[in-house]
């Protein structure tokens, strides 16, 4: 970890076009306090990869709502009717990506790995484009590496060394997407002095900062 | 009275078996739960980070359920991120699930996810759980508006393709095999005909019975 950051210079760190991963599932674990600052800050034409689209007010919902978003990449947008409408209007790309494919190509990119052979979408319009591998007879599809500029990193408790737990159900996306992108910041749901070795899941090495204070500008 | 959702919910209940580790789709899925009775040991999986899924509570928590509602975690369960849940579901130690549609055909192919030029809420994860689990079960009501959803070939985009082992119906059980969609049970509230009549595939129709546990 590189250390603590307030908002102002988190802030500093977002630009137009850039491409962002936000952790959380319908916005369980997803960090609101860093979206509310990407919000102030208006910057455009984003690409966000989320698992879903959240709420209207809720979650990367509210960088939709405020048209920051030039395309999104998720599993699932049924709960922001939003999404939708500016789908409809051409004015916003959505990638649907099954759920587990979204989550292993987020793992490639942030193992190294060159994508990953899956069996999900086959025979569906999800294969259109992409290339088939048979492997001990069997057909998979290619799908390949997804990373981000930053990744935006929310349920976590998080120690004075940058490691991470999380609580409950707002892990999921959290630690893959702390392994693919170039800048990790973490808003933590809570701080603890230090976290016990082995019950780290995501290890400091992942993480680059994390957002502490209230009002700091 | 039950309804057409608790009906087809109760009668699913009774294929799951002690043991199976279980994820159940949202809607009319959802409902099984409550008629598994509580000495049969069944686990219940949601795809967002829980193995032992418990009933859904009012208490301020940070568990939630692949709905996104606030949830429970039973004793001996875990929670686990999004690569270890599709692991499980992907990877086949799914036993069963159980995933509403708005079509199915006789060929166990599937759809769910998109009504082109209308809705596209998205597949979630639909698409890993039929392509993964070792028996895939699909629960809707028969028709839509008189129209059948039970057809010879799905028309809309698929989730997946020959997937579906088990479609129950407010009206029917049916199960896909090799040679085509076999008519199991009816509901008593039915004849073989009416099933046969709002029902667009081709049923093959050996021995049925009356639906159980209804």
């Known amino acids: 970890m590189r250390g603590f950051i307030d908002k102002k210079r988190f802030k500093g760190f977002l630009k137009d076009g850039m491409s962002i991963a936000v952790g959380g599932f319908l916005t369980n674990g997803t960090p609101e306090k860093l979206i509310d600052l990407v919000v102030e800050s208006n910057v455009k034409n984003l690409t966000i990869i989320c698992n879903d689209g959240g709420y209207e007010d809720k979650g990367v919902g509210k960088l939709i709502v405020n048209n920051q978003v030039k395309k999104l990449i998720a599993s699932h947008i049924g709960t922001n009717p939003y999404v939708g409408q500016l789908m409809a209007e051409n004015k916003l790309e959505v990638e649907l990506v099954p759920q587990g494919t979204l989550a292993e190509r ?14 999900t979408g086959l025979d569906t319009i999800v294969e259109i484009g992409k290339k088939i591998v048979e492997v001990q007879g069997k057909k998979y599809l290619l799908e390949e590496p997804l990373g981000a500029d930053m990744a935006l990193i929310g349920g976590a408790i998080a120690d004075n060394y940058g490691n991470l737990q999380y609580s409950q159900t707002m892990r999921n996306f959290n630690p893959v997407m702390a392994t693919a992108a170039e800048l990790v910041i973490v808003e933590p749901y809570r701080m603890k002095e230090e976290l016990h070795p082995e019950h780290i899941i995501t290890p400091y090495p992942f993480v680059d900062y994390i957002l502490v204070g209230e009002d700091d500008e | 009275m039950m309804n057409e959702k608790e009906i087809i919910a109760k009668r699913i209940a009774l294929e799951l078996k002690d043991g199976d580790l279980v994820n159940l789709g949202i809607g009319i899925p959802t409902l099984v739960a409550d008629y598994v009775p509580a000495e049969k040991k069944v686990t219940f999986q949601a795809e967002n980070g829980i193995i032992g899924l418990g009933p859904l509570t009012d208490e301020d928590t940070n568990i939630v359920n692949a709905g996104g509602v606030k949830a429970t975690i039973l004793p001996g369960g875990a929670f686990i991120d999004s690569l270890t849940s599709f692991t499980f579901i992907r990877g086949g130690h799914i036993d069963i699930t159980v995933l509403g549609a708005l079509e199915v055909d006789q060929e166990g192919s599937m759809a769910s996810w998109i009504i082109p030029g209308k ?36 028309s809309l985009p698929l989730t ?10 407010e009206m029917a059980v049916m199960s896909v095999e090799e040679d085509g969609l076999h008519l199991l049970e009816i509901h008593p509230d039915y004849s073989i005909e009416d099933v046969a009549k709002a029902t667009e595939a081709d049923l093959i129709i050996n021995n049925v019975e009356s639906m159980k546990g209804i």
Not at chain 1, 106 to 116: C, E, I, N, T, Y
């Open chain 2, 160 to 169: 997946a393709s020959h997937q579906a082992n088990l479609i129950v119906t």
């Open chain 1, 106 to 119: 987020l793992r490639s990119f942030g193992a190294g790995l060159g994508g990953v052979l899956t069996p």
């Open chain 2, 119 to 154: 809705k596209v809420p998205g597949m979630g994860g639909a698409m890993d759980l039929v392509t993964g689990a070792k028996k895939v079960i699909i629960a809707l009501t028969h028709t839509n508006k008189g129209k059948s959803k039970i057809l010879k070939k799905c």
